[in-house]
């Protein structure tokens, strides 16, 4: 199993923006999605989508603030994150599902973004 290839994150100020992407094949992809790991916290949810047709939900967390978006034509996954906080630093996953037989679900390994304050 390939990971998905991740770009984007690093250090950052309060306030500033950050915008992640992922590589995904695109074949049967159903949905793509974000979460992300705090040090010494469990793996958490942060957003996701629907390929087709863009149909999203967020996390409270960051509802507001980030938004997911994918580019069909370039089989590539976005997290924009504006107004970053301390409480964001995390490492940040990409996550999609494809519909095959048997369903199959692949995770990139993970960017680090630091907001410092």
């Known amino acids: 199993q390939v990971a998905l290839v991740q770009s984007g994150g690093g250090l950052v100020q309060v306030g500033d923006s950050v915008r992640l992407s992922c590589e995904v094949s695109g074949r049967n992809t159903y949905a793509v999605g974000w979460f992300r790991q705090a040090p010494g916290a469990e793996r958490e949810f942060v957003a996701a989508s629907t390929w087709n047709n863009g149909r999203s939900v967020y996390a409270g967390a960051v509802k507001g603030r980030f938004t997911i978006s994918r580019d069909t034509t370039k089989n590539t996954v976005y997290l924009q994150m504006n107004n970053l906080k301390p409480e964001d630093t995390a490492v940040y996953y990409c996550?999609?599902?494809?519909?095959?037989?048997?369903?199959?679900?692949?995770w990139g390994k993970g960017t680090l973004v630091t907001v410092s304050s």
């Open positions: 996550n999609v599902i494809h519909i095959v037989a048997p369903p199959e679900d692949y």
